[in-house]
């Protein structure tokens, strides 16, 4: 099939992020990301308030796009939509929007993977961020460790076994009294101290594994989340977790970026690739980015999406949903939206 006969809309609305892009070949002609602050209200997102939300701004951000970029909607020679995975009522408003309309202008559409969305991130702006890379995908519910060959051939090397890597700083962060989303306030606050104060254990991680062990790339979270919250609550108890809670914050992200680095390196070695490519909320972290270059040293390359990219927006999905064209995978009338989509093209060796 080849290149999209003309701009790609692609939509987002997996989580809490409203937003709408247009991908005419390489060149971004539009990009609006809206994010639903109400869910600060509530420390964490409310999915039923998700999918309203996404419900009343949807037609304005796409309007807003079509502006930016000079176009109307007949323009739209291809509509992507994240399909999943997903907060299912909040992946039904995008899934459905796009049915109609695009049903109605008769033209093509392609139902996008979320996580094959943040793989395809950095792409949009660095030429260089194409396969062979080893993948750290790291969001707010995934922690993906990949073998990415070609564009399309996915190996999966480890996942999490419980929280995912942003799901750990959102939790810690409610803990120390931080705002959601978490990663944010806890890289400032972990910014202000030194060292490793309040040494958290590095979960699934021992000198002692052997690459096939099952726990070489597998990732936990959950533990170390509970460690944090049992040290806070000793020194709440003390009544020192205000002039302690920075340190805190930098005990765990240093735990946390330890586990991802020591893992993506030995994909890294096993593979004998030197390159890394990051996507994913957490990939927004200035930390994880510096740490990650530091261990690749000079001979590696670091492959990552300026934060804006790196999480949730539309620009990815358009991005997405052109290479998917190109090999062919339309979505049918029957396109509908799943909280757990199956990766495509995901194969599992170990
Ligand atoms: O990809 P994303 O926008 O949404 C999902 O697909 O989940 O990722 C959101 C996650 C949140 O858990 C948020 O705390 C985390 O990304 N995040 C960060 C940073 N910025 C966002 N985690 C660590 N450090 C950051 N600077
Ligand atoms: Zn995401």
């Not at 809309?9 to 971004?28: F, K, V, Y």
């Not at 409610?174 to 309040?198: C, F, H, K, N």
């Not at 735990?255 to 020591?262: G, K, N, P, S, W």
């Not at 030197?274 to 994913?280: C, D, E, K, M, Y």
Request: glycine share 10%.
């Amino acid at each position: 099939m080849g290149r999209a006969p003309g701009p790609v809309l692609g939509i987002e609305t997996s989580c809490d992020e409203t937003s709408a892009a247009l991908l005419d070949g390489d060149r971004l002609l539009a990009h609006v990301i809206l994010s639903q602050d109400v869910h600060r209200v509530y420390d964490g997102v409310v999915p039923e308030l998700a999918a309203r939300a996404h419900l009343r701004v949807l037609d304005d951000v796409v309007a807003a796009a079509l502006e930016e970029a000079g176009l109307r909607l007949r323009d739209v020679a291809v509509f992507g939509v994240t399909a999943g995975p997903g907060l299912i009522g909040a992946l039904l408003v995008g899934v459905t929007w796009t049915k109609a309309v695009a049903w109605a202008l008769e033209r093509p559409i392609v139902g996008v993977h979320h996580m094959e969305g943040h793989l395809f991130a950095a792409s949009l702006e660095d030429p260089d961020a194409v396969p062979p890379f080893v993948a750290l995908l790291v969001s707010g519910g995934h922690t993906l460790l990949l073998w990415v060959p070609e564009w399309g051939r996915y190996e999966l090397l480890g996942e999490t076994r419980d929280d995912a890597a942003g799901e750990a700083f959102d939790k810690v962060a409610r803990v120390l009294g931080m705002s959601y989303p978490g990663g944010p306030p806890i890289e400032r606050a972990a910014a202000t101290v030194a060292g490793d104060p309040y040494p958290f254990p590095r979960p699934m991680l021992a000198s002692s594994q052997q690459p096939g062990d099952d726990d070489y790339y597998a990732f936990s979270f959950s533990g170390l989340k509970t460690a944090v919250r049992n040290r806070a609550e000793a020194l709440d108890a003390e009544g020192r977790l205000p002039a302690e809670r920075d340190a805190v914050a930098r005990s765990f992200q240093r735990a946390v970026l330890d586990v991802l680095v020591t893992k993506a390196m030995r994909a890294v070695e096993e593979k004998g690739c030197p390159r890394v490519l990051i996507g994913g909320g957490v990939a927004a972290s200035r930390a994880l980015r510096d740490a990650l270059r530091d261990a690749l040293g000079e001979g590696g390359r670091l492959l990552h999406p300026s934060p804006r990219m790196a999480t949730d927006n539309g620009a990815m999905i358009a991005r997405t949903a052109a290479f998917r064209f190109g090999r062919g995978d339309l979505a049918g009338p029957d396109l509908s939206a799943r909280a757990d989509l199956p990766f495509p093209g995901l194969v599992r060796t170990r």
